[in-house]
């Protein structure tokens, strides 16, 4: 018979976990059993009792909050008017990380649209995008050049094919097709949801895929998101924290929140608050060494030919987005 005294360190234990996942965006099985001093299955069972009285939602190794609706996504033009000053800061210091002549990739999102502005003077400027607002910033930029002929940053842009999200980005199998026989210096990506338990997360699970492949056929990975994705949770997690090189956000997350970040990112840099701190680059904070290792994307160093060292996303060994078998 289960005793009154081991009945309420079982409540005083599971109130403490859900103060984690609360607090934190999401928990991991391994952290709370170091944490709390218990079992790998005490941990497991006290998620168990926390998910079916609807306090948490299980994830692969962790927990994370109850979020609604995790698969409402909104349209682009309700996003893009939110949190508008952090997207643009968020942009001008992404944009500081290209240099001219590189090959990069645009996701979908209101931050990768507002990137794309930053980056319209950039020469030699190879973009690869599934987002059709991003390849509008630069085929509009073109048209309204004068004479006719194209400004001097003009990029080349590839655009994939796909199924349309309601945040007009195209994802599939079409899209995927598109992306699987390129390479890119960087990708910048915008993502719906951040936590340490999740993930990157979407509420679309075409554009988990699509991301996914983003990813693999990207030498750099640099997420651009504004801190209220942190503790979002979508309907599909597609990567892992520890498979971003950089994360750029904005001076709204609190500082707690940026310790637990640094602590499972190769690299954070918070918009606003990098001057002064050294060039821009994966290894601003955190612990990590810039190297992202994982099963879908293998092991990528941050060594490697045409990845970007120190503050800026430098050009390949090629010209541009290559053509061939995929690196992933």
């Given at each position: 018979m ?88 968020i ?43 991003v ?19 003009a ?6 094919g796909?199924v ?8 599939g ?156």
């Amino acid at each position: 018979m289960v005793s009154d005294h081991q009945n309420l360190l079982a409540e005083q234990r599971r109130a403490l976990i859900l103060d984690e996942v609360r607090r934190r965006g999401g928990v991991r099985v391994n952290e709370l059993t170091r944490r709390l001093n218990v079992s790998d299955m005490t941990v497991r069972r006290d998620l168990d009792v926390l998910a079916r009285q609807g306090m948490v939602a299980k994830v692969h190794g962790g927990a994370v909050p109850v979020v609604e609706a995790s698969t409402h996504e909104p349209g682009f033009e309700a996003k893009s008017a939110l949190e508008l000053d952090a997207k643009e800061e968020i942009a001008r210091v992404a944009a500081a990380m290209v240099r001219p002549g590189t090959a990069i990739a645009l996701s979908g999102g209101t931050t990768t649209y507002a990137l794309a502005r930053h980056l319209l003077d950039v020469p030699d400027l190879t973009v690869v995008t599934n987002s059709v607002r991003v390849a509008d910033v630069f085929h509009e930029s073109r048209n309204i050049s004068s004479g006719g002929e194209s400004r001097p940053g003009a990029a080349t842009v590839v655009l994939t094919g796909g199924v349309r999200t309601p945040s007009d980005a195209l994802v599939g199998p079409v899209a995927d097709q598109a992306i699987r026989s390129l390479h890119f210096d960087a990708l910048f990506l915008g993502v719906h949801g951040i936590s340490v338990a999740a993930g990157l997360s979407t509420p679309n699970l075409a554009e988990a895929e699509t991301n996914r492949r983003l990813m693999r056929s990207a030498r750099r990975v640099v997420v651009v998101a504004d801190h209220t994705k942190w503790g979002t949770l979508g309907l599909s997690s597609f990567a892992r924290l520890d498979e971003v090189d950089v994360l750029v956000t904005d001076r709204g997350l609190s500082d707690e929140v940026r310790a637990e970040m640094a602590e499972h990112l190769p690299g954070l840099v918070v918009a606003g608050e990098e001057a002064g701190g050294g060039p821009v680059s994966g290894q601003e904070s955190g612990t990590g060494s810039g190297t992202r290792s994982g099963p879908e994307s293998g092991t990528r160093s941050g060594a490697a030919p045409g990845q970007v060292s120190g503050d800026a996303v430098a050009p390949g060994g090629g010209s541009g987005a290559s053509s061939g078998p995929a690196s992933g």
